[in-house]
């Protein structure tokens, strides 16, 4: 009898553990949530399903970049959600939209729904050239395709993007880290 009852209280102590390790998991959950929000979900969604581009790697690069504030400005006069620099954005809207002036783009720049669409459409871009590298489009859209492609072309850089370790200028490297980081968290949430 006690041998039997002394199993039971085991096995009690083994559940109370195991509900309170749940609660815990969810906890922690709940919070990565909070710090790793998917805001503005709808234009996000509808343009990384538009232009192929993994939605987790939009969300993380819009964490990097303006932490979800749609007005936010750099100090390198890089504009909204998907910090765009100027030149970037014509170009890129000029490729979705031919008519559009310079003026229409740079008064729509914080519009969440245009900027996610340039941003979305440039990351896509940035794949399709460097051949879905995703270490590599990240360090070209902090750091800029020519001095990405001059980096590969000296050695700095591999090709494949596997040695991002390599990456010359400390806040690009810092970038793409952060980014991938990001990335491989949004995927698991």
Known sequence: MQKGRRIFI????????????????????????KMYPK??????????????VD??????????ESNFNPEAVSGKSAYGLMQIVEET??????????N????????????????????TKYVSMLLEQYDGNIPLALTAYNAGIGTVNNWIEKGVLQSDGSDIENIPYK?????????LRDYDIYQNL
């Open 39 to 52: 805001n503005y979900s709808n234009f996000v969604t509808m343009y990384a399903k538009e232009y192929q």
């Open 10 to 33: 085991v096995l009690i102590i083994i559940l109370i553990m195991i509900f309170i390790l749940f609660g815990v998991l969810k906890i922690h959950i709940r919070i990565l949530e």
């Open 100 to 119: 559009l002036t310079a003026e229409e783009v740079m008064d729509n720049i914080f519009d969440v729904d245009f900027n996610i669409q340039l941003g």
């Open 89 to 98: 954005a014509i170009d890129v809207a000029r490729r979705i939209e031919p």
């Open 171 to 179: 806040e690009t490297n810092q970038y793409v880290r952060k980014i």
């Open 55 to 64: 939605e987790n790697l939009i969300y993380a690069i819009i964490k990097a």
